[in-house]
Every structure is written in C-alpha cells, then in structure tokens.
C-alpha cells in the first residue's frame, strides 16, 4: 500500500518516514511532502491508499487539504496529525470522513497500531468489492426469482412508488407497449396429474404463445394463475386460451378478467377483481370467463403467501439487532405446510431468499457462501430452517453497522448532489429527499446526525462558498452570482451573504479581490 506523508516541518516528517520498518508493516515507503500544494499536485496524476497529513500548515492548512481532497473525490483514507489537542479541528475532519487522528509526537508503537487499524480497513473494504463482483456474476441466476418478486410486490401493495417501479422495470428489462394493464385470473376445474411447477409454466407458456404482444408476466395467485396483459384483454383472446388448454393440457378451465388500469402500481387492483369474478363463476354461473364489470356481488380474498409474517421479518432485520427465531420458524414453517406442494414451497422459499439477498447487498452484509448453502437446501428441501436461520444469524449481527453504513451512504449521496446542483433555486431539502426515496423529516435527522450540520445550511454553506469563490475570481455583477448560487432574488441573497460572512458582496470582494 503506498502511504503520503504531508507535514512542514522537516524533522518529523523526516522522523517519520524512518520511524518503522515500512516493509515489515506491508507498506512502501512514503512519500514526503512539504506542502498540501505540491501534495495535491502529486495527487492529480497518481494515487495513494492513505495520507498522514499535519493540521497546521503554511498556505493550505490540513483542514482545507482534506476538504480538496473530497471536491477532487479522493477517498483515500485520512490520518490526521496534530501538536495540539484541539477537539474543534478534530470533529471538522470527522465530518470530512477522517477516522484517526495522532497527536505529536508520536510514538513508534502508535503509528504501527494506527497503521494496522487503517490496512484493515481498506483491507474489508477490498474484501466487500469482491463480493459485490462476485454477486453480480450471480446475478443472472436470481434474475428469474426477482421477477417474480417484482410482480408479487405490485400484487401485494408493497412496491407502489411509482418511480421504484419504473426503475426495477428497467433493471429486470420488462418492456410494455403502452400504460395499460389488465390481469386474467386462471382457475382449474381439476388439477393435472403431472408437477405442479410444471402445470403452472405450461399454463404461463401457452398463455405468451396466444397473447404474445402483450403478454407480461405469470405467477401464481391464491389457488389460481394471474396473468398479466399490457393493454385491454379481447374476449376471442380468451376463448382461444381456453380451447389450447383444453386440447393441449386436457382440462378445463375459468377466467375471470379485471378492469383496466392506466397506472402499473394499481395492478393489484385488477388481479384483486379477476380473482373474484373467478370465483363468481364457481359459486353457479355457467360462463367460463366473467368480467369483473359484469357482476355485483363481491367476496373476500383469502391471501396464500404469508406476506404479513415476511414484512414483519423484514422490519425485524432492518431496525433490530436482535433475533426473534419463533417468528422465522413459524413463517418458514407455514411456507412449507404439508397443505403446500414441494414445488410451490420451493418457489416461496426462493422468493424470501431474494428478498434477504436484496437486503444483504442494501446493508452490505456478507451473505454469499450463506446465501448458496441456502439455495442448495432449497434445491434438496432439507435443512432450509436451519439455513435460513443462520443467515437471520449474520443479518443480527451486522444490523447496527450495517445500518449506520446505508444512512451515511444516503447523506453522501446528498452531499454530492448539493455540491453538484447548489445552483439549481428549486434544490430543497424535499427535492433531496425524493431524489434519495425518503421523507424530508428523516434525511434532516440522518443529515444532521452523521454532518452535525442542518441540510439547508449544508445548501447555504456550498452555495456561500461557490459566491465567494466567484466574488474572488470573477468580475461578475452581484445579480449574476446570486443567481449562479442558488438565488432567484439578489436582495435576499446580499442579506444572506452578509449574515453569512459580516461583509456585504461588494465589501467582500473589495477585501478579497485578487
């Protein structure tokens, strides 16, 4: 690992460089600095894991440094070091993602502990980039299962962001024709003799063959098939799929057919109503297909996916470090209800396993070796309990870190996205917290936690310092650099400048002026 030492002061930067056998600690030796300038010029064209840096410095003290190092999106790890014990200084490098800190003079046995900790660091973090390669080869084994998982979340209500929607359909690579959709409830008057895994795939497969321009997806639903159609669904359609049924699967069957739905989250909705004009027709119509238009009478559905238990599960694993195995035990146990075909377990067990999967990555906890032992299980329907429960293991271990790494991910992610549109008058703590998929009350809390900062004085702070680099450096008027910054109306920006720094726009460019 290559190691930059930036101190002004010859001796101890000197001292430093001989302090430890530097090989014998896995490290090259490092490369000395007297500046953060000529640092920083170094830095342009090549690259270092970690940068020992001084606070107090001539010109560009360590503070500043750090923060041209983050504008330039240099991540490299960050030690800071100090002759003075100044809290203030040390929570600001804190804020800029520094994580140790060395006070003068340092000992021997210090650095080499410091050093240790910081190879380790980027040492996991090599690690956690292995696996997010390796899963993403694996991607397209599971890709199948998140599809699934996809339309069960929209039949069940919990996908209905739209725009979470929109984007999981251009991961999944689901086209459509036009924003409609409709779906077809399929229900058996008697079951086939051969796998049940296999009668609903032939099912799904002659329905794609009769609808295949709008065709979306299959899957099952309660005790029947919905089909999911883009588009208006034609009655010689579905007299045509009844006959291929009857003639190739040899039995015969019922449709009912719910309303059409302009929005893709609404349907849940339409699978709801062709289920029930399903059912209409098996309490005594002598139709084989029914709109749900068509009739009045409405009943209760009766869900078979234990969807409740899963949210439950799922809530358990994001906000608790603890683990409450009954309740896994009696999820896994229902999945798996003698009541169940072996097929129809396995196809629930592995739509659960895609959704621990997806967690695993959101918290970036390592599942992988855990994850293939489970799906094996599956596979051989044996041990799936005590898989799965190992893996509810790991998720309640790593639940506090990994947690606290997705909050500090999302406020990153607002950060970089100040920094880039500050000038933008419409960017909001609300805009943020859309872009980011959370409410407005909660990224301030994250914010403020992880930054000590408020996010719109984040906002003021980057769009002040963007005006005064600007007051310096340019000779724009003051209108022009309000509205640059962020600023619909100068008057409220030069009251804010001045509130912000003691000095109007004009004072502070007359004082600053290069």
Known sequence: MKIMIVEDEVSIREGLAQMIDWGEERFEQPILFEGAIEALQYLEKETVDIIITDLYMPILNGIEFIQMLRESNQMCDIIILSGHERFDLAQEAMRL???????????????????????????????LKDWVRIAEKKLDQYIPVMKNQFWNDLLTNRNDRLENVAASMKELEITTVEDKFCCIALWKKEEMQQNKLTEELALQQLAAEIIPDRYLYGLPYENMEIFIINGDVRRDKIEILKESIRQNLNIEVYFGIGTTV???????????????????????????????????????TNKKYPYDMEHKITKMLRFHDTLDESMTKNFLREIMSPKVSIGESRKELLQFLGVLGRLADEFGVEI?????DTEQAITNYDRVEEKFLTIMDIFARAQS???????EIMVEEAKQKIEKEYSDPGLTVASLAGHIGVTPNYLSRIFGSITGRTCMEYITDTRMRAAQEM???TGKRSYMIAEE???????????????????????????NAS
């Open 97 to 127: 993602g520094v994580k140790r800190y060395l006070l003068k003079p340092v000992s021997a046995e210090k650095l080499r502990q410091i050093l240790q900790e910081v190879r380790h660091d980027i040492e996991e973090r090599m690690k």
């Open 262 to 300: 302009e929005d893709i989250t609404e349907v849940r909705k339409s699978a709801a109503q062709a289920a029930e004009a399903v059912r209409f027709i098996c309490n005594g119509s002598t139709m084989f297909y029914m709109y749900y238009k068509d009739i009045r009478r409405i009943e209760n």
């Open 368 to 372: 992988l070796k855990e994850f293939e």
């Open 401 to 407: 870190n990994a947690s606290k790494r997705y909050i």
């Open 471 to 473: 007051l310096k450096y």
């Open 485 to 511: 910054a962020g600023y619909r109306n100068p008057n409220y920006f030069s009251v804010l400048f001045k509130k912000y720094t003691g000095l109007s726009p004009k004072e502070y460019r007359e004082r």
